[in-house]
């Protein structure tokens, strides 16, 4: 019995967090109330409480079930050092890139964290955790960066930080421009051009 409640527990949040995707996208984030998504998911407003504290826990946790393995990936860049860090680096953020491209689900969901959330109000929070991502991603990437001109006895054309962040703009811009227009181009191919590219210029070449 008890774990009988417990999967009904697990499947009632699942439902909440596919509700939740679906309402954002039509009405943007700001504009849906936990009412909407409720009754979206078919349950009373009280079984959001029962697993989400407010909106914001909500939508992170939205988040999460997309970005958390695009996370883990970057987190475990540098582990292998058998591996060259650059190899490394471009394939964790082509994964990345893949898992949107190819992917429905991950595709509605980064649909909705660009093009449909304010970060105000309730939101503030949500915008920390955006905040704490970045901050992760770009310390992994500088890391690799760091060993890749260790590895190829070169002097990166800037500091290291300032090309970890300039690496992460460009896979952000790359991402906000397909979500707006996917049949423009090929992601996954377009960011892999890209990031040779921009990393050539910082003098580092596979």
């Given amino acids: 019995m008890a774990r009988r409640t417990k999967e009904d527990a697990e499947e009632t949040r699942h439902q909440l967090l ?22 979206a ?28 393995p695009m996370e883990q990936t970057m987190q475990q860049l540098g582990h292998d050092t058998t591996q060259d860090p650059l190899v490394e680096l ?13 992917d429905a689900r991950t595709r509605a969901i980064f649909e909705v964290a660009t093009l449909k959330v304010e ?9 920390e955790r955006y905040v704490a991502c970045y901050a992760d991603t770009t310390r992994q990437m500088q890391r690799s ?13 800037v500091p290291s930080d300032t090309a970890a962040q300039g690496l992460h703009a460009l896979m952000v811009g790359l991402i906000h421009t397909w979500v707006l227009a996917p049949s423009a181009f090929k992601l996954v191919a377009v960011s892999q051009t890209a990031i040779r590219t921009y990393l050539a210029g910082l003098g580092l070449k596979f």
Avoid: C, P
């Fill in 41 to 68: 998911a078919g349950v009373t407003r009280g079984a959001i409480y029962w697993h989400f504290k407010n909106k914001a826990e909500l939508f992170n946790a939205m988040m999460d079930s997309a970005i958390l």
């Fill in 90 to 102: 471009e394939r964790a953020v082509l994964q990345t890139m893949r898992g949107i491209e190819s």
């Fill in 119 to 127: 970060y105000v109000d309730e939101l503030l929070a949500v915008k």
């Fill in 145 to 157: 960066l760091e060993d890749a001109a260790v590895r190829r006895a070169v002097t990166l054309a």
């Fill in 18 to 39: 596919e509700a939740a995707q679906r309402v954002f996208a039509e009405k943007g984030v700001s504009r849906t109330s936990l009412q909407d998504i409720a009754q």
